[in-house]
């Protein structure tokens, strides 16, 4: 069975400081989607980024990349330059590749501070 | 272009009191789920549907749960009776498989806040 593991049950940073998040799975799949997704208090929940497990190069949006090790299935976040507004959980997630099966697999989040 | 809706945004009844979650899905959507959120088991999907047929129920937590999408506009999640554990929050999501297999984003709704006293 998939699973998503993020060990990092709070983190903090500095305004305009960078600061990532860490994340690893367990799959014998070989193709598959990682993805991050954001949930401010509203607790909407907000698709930041996602990478296709066939690509090599690091997804990357504005702030926010990964950093993808498909060999130690590892899918760290990397938000730069960060601001208030980027206070939130973030969650870590798994869905395997194919038409058939689109579910997503989370892991138990990482709450983010960001200090002024 | 409007997102996934879901209704209420907050429930609040009593123990043993039938309970009816509603989702419609982004339009052309042809996948919904039905995750549920709570502090001791995170996310967790409950069931999914494709083209308004359940695919896997396996997260359904017991018989009192039962979902159903009578048409691609629509779905509700059911608890009858309701308990204090069911207490979470109840989120619907959708997404588009596209033209070729492959996973498209899921797109999510506001959640609904559900509170069983």
């Known amino acids: 069975a998939q699973t998503v593991t993020q060990s990092q049950p709070e983190m903090s940073v500095q305004e305009a400081e960078t600061v990532t998040l860490s994340c690893t799975y367990d799959t014998s799949e070989s193709d598959y989607y990682l993805f991050w997704y954001k949930q401010p208090p509203s607790r909407q929940m907000i698709l930041v980024i996602r990478q296709e497990a066939y690509k090599q190069q690091n997804a990357t949006e504005n702030r926010f990349s990964v950093n993808f090790q498909k060999a130690a299935k590892s899918f760290s976040l990397k938000i730069s330059d960060s601001q208030l507004g980027d206070a939130a959980m973030y969650f870590c997630?798994?869905?395997?590749?194919?038409?058939?099966?689109?579910?997503?697999?989370f892991g138990t989040g990482t709450l983010l501070a960001v200090q002024p | 272009d409007a997102g996934v809706i879901q209704s209420p945004r907050h429930e609040v009844t009593e123990m043993g009191q039938e309970v009816t979650l509603r989702c419609k899905p982004i339009?052309?959507?042809?996948?919904l789920f039905w995750y549920r959120q709570t502090m001791m088991r995170g996310l967790e999907l409950l069931i999914y549907f494709n083209n308004n047929v359940p695919i896997d129920d396996s997260g359904m937590p017991e018989d009192r749960f039962s979902a159903k999408m009578p048409n691609a506009s629509f779905s509700t999640l059911k608890i009858q009776p309701s308990e204090p554990r069911d207490s979470a929050v109840y989120f619907c999501?959708?997404?588009?498989?596209?033209?070729?297999?492959?996973?498209?984003?899921?797109?999510f709704g506001d959640g609904t806040r559900l509170s069983i006293l």
């Open positions: 999501a959708s997404s588009w498989s596209g033209a070729y297999i492959g996973n498209q984003p899921q797109h």
């Open positions: 997630a798994y869905s395997l590749y194919g038409g058939a099966t689109n579910k997503l697999i």
């Open positions: 339009s052309g959507h042809d996948y």
